[in-house]
């Protein structure tokens, strides 16, 4: 069974910087995608960042790219989430996702396109 866990997140004041990781709790071997979501409430879940786990390849959702940064550690089975000069805007629960079934690809940007997720972490930004 798959678990994702993660940490990080919490307060912080517009322009400044929050730190997320994701815990994936079986091996990395074959695992094809791995992505960052968020939601608001009443909002659909909107996706954040994805990564290609085997080539670090990654893509950014148009609203965060040049702030937020996304990054995997194999040897730690670690996924994360930098995220600079904040807005209040990025206000949202945040969730790790995975998927083994099929290859990541930069349009494999759809909730559905992942299988497994973590129980999100709360990231709140004041003005």
């Known amino acids: 069974q798959v678990q994702l866990v993660e940490t990080g997140g919490g307060l912080a004041k517009a322009g400044g910087s929050l730190g997320l990781s994701c815990a994936v709790s079986r091996p990395t071997f074959n695992?094809?995608?791995?992505a960052w979501f968020r939601?608001?409430?009443g909002k659909a879940r909107e996706f954040?960042?994805?990564i290609d786990w085997t080539s670090s390849q990654t893509n950014y959702a148009d609203s965060v790219k040049d702030r937020f940064t996304m990054s995997r550690d194999n040897a730690k089975n670690m996924l994360h989430l930098q995220m600079n000069g904040l807005?209040?805007?990025d206000t949202a629960v945040y969730y790790c996702a995975l998927d083994y079934r099929r290859p990541w690809s930069s349009g494999k940007t759809s909730p559905a396109d992942y299988e497994y997720w973590g129980q999100g972490t709360q990231v709140t930004v004041s003005s």
Not at 31 to 34: K, N, P, R, S
């Open 31 to 34: 695992t094809y995608a791995l």
């Open 39 to 41: 939601q608001t409430p």
């Open 48 to 50: 954040v960042a994805g």
């Open 87 to 89: 807005k209040p805007e």
